[in-house]
C-alpha cells in the first residue's frame, strides 16, 4: 500500500499552540514582523535585522504598480460580483511569465549560472553569461529580468532596491551576476538600456543572496502584490462599478459578415 502520510518540517499544530519551524506561534505573535516570519517559514530560520530590513523593502516595492494586468483583472471580476477572494485569485493568476512572474526564472537562470561556475571567480561567471545570452539569442528567446517598457530610463525600483542592498551589507554573488548577465546582454545588443535590471531581475537576485530558494521567488512576490490588490478590489467595489467590459469603440471585429 502507497504510504499516503503528510511529511512537513515547517509546521505543526497541537492542543494548544502551533509550532513553526521548532518556535511555539504564541512566542512569535508580537515578536516578530511579516517579513521576519518569511523568513522563518520558506528560509527554515530567523532573519538578522539587515535582512529584515531588506525584505521588508522588497515587500513595499511590490505591494503595487497602478492599473496593471493584475490590476485590471482584480477590479474588472470584482465589478462582475465575484467574492474578494475570488477576485484576488484570478489576479494572482496573471502574475505570469510574461508580466509580475518573470523573477522566478531570473532566479533559476542566475542559480544555473552559478552552479556551472562552480566558484571559478567572475571571469568565469562572464564567460558563462556570455554563452547564456548567445544562445539565448540564437534561439530568439527574450532574456528576463531586463528593461521596463514603462521605465525606460532604469526602473526606479530595481535601482533602489539593489543600492540598499548594497548599502545593507546583503548584496553577493547573485546580484554581482545579475550585473555581468546585463553587461553581456549589453555587449550583445548594444542597447544601454537592457543593460539595467528591472524590478523582477533585482528582486530574483537579491532573494537568492538572502538565502531563498529560487522556486519561492513567484510566491514572495504573489504575497506582496496581494497587498495592492486587494485594495484595487475594495476601491472598485465601493466605486460602484458593474459588470466592467470593453468599450464598443475599443473593439474591432475581424471576422466575415453574414451573407
Known amino acids: 500500500m502507497t504510504d499516503m502520510t503528510w511529511r512537513t518540517s515547517i509546521s505543526q499544530v497541537t492542543t494548544d499552540d502551533v509550532i513553526i519551524r521548532g518556535e511555539r506561534l504564541s512566542d512569535l505573535v508580537g515578536s516578530v514582523t511579516y517579513a521576519e516570519m518569511a523568513f522563518l517559514l520558506i528560509r527554515g530560520n530567523r532573519a538578522t535585522d539587515v535582512e529584515r530590513a531588506m525584505l521588508d523593502a522588497i515587500l513595499v516595492t511590490l505591494a503595487d504598480h497602478g492599473i496593471s494586468p493584475t490590476s485590471i483583472v482584480a477590479r474588472t471580476l470584482a465589478s462582475c ?60 528567446q527574450q532574456i528576463p529580468g531586463f528593461g521596463h517598457p514603462q521605465h525606460t530610463d532604469g526602473d526606479p525600483r530595481a535601482i533602489q532596491l539593489l543600492n540598499l542592498a548594497e548599502k545593507l551589507g546583503v548584496s553577493g554573488a547573485y546580484c554581482q551576476t545579475l550585473e555581468a548577465l546585463g553587461e553581456s546582454l549589453h555587449r550583445a545588443t548594444g542597447r544601454a538600456p537592457l543593460r539595467r535590471a528591472n524590478v523582477t531581475g533585482a528582486l530574483a537576485a537579491i532573494l537568492l543572496d538572502l538565502g531563498f ?21 475594495v476601491e472598485e467595489l465601493e466605486q460602484g462599478n458593474r459588470w466592467r467590459h470593453a468599450p464598443a469603440d475599443q473593439v474591432e471585429y475581424t471576422g466575415p459578415q453574414p451573407a
Open 81 to 140: 460580483g465575484t467574492p474578494v477572494q475570488a477576485s484576488l485569485a484570478g489576479a494572482m493568476v496573471s502574475i505570469a511569465d510574461w508580466h509580475g512572474g518573470t523573477g522566478e526564472e531570473v532566479g533559476k537562470i542566475l542559480s544555473s549560472i552559478m552552479e556551472a561556475a562552480d566558484g571559478k571567480g567572475a571571469d568565469r561567471v562572464a564567460q558563462l553569461c556570455d554563452e547564456f545570452v548567445a544562445d539565448r539569442r540564437a534561439q530568439r
Open 213 to 233: 530558494p529560487w522556486l519561492s521567488i513567484r510566491g514572495i512576490v504573489v504575497a506582496a502584490r496581494s497587498l495592492g490588490l486587494t485594495a484595487h478590489i
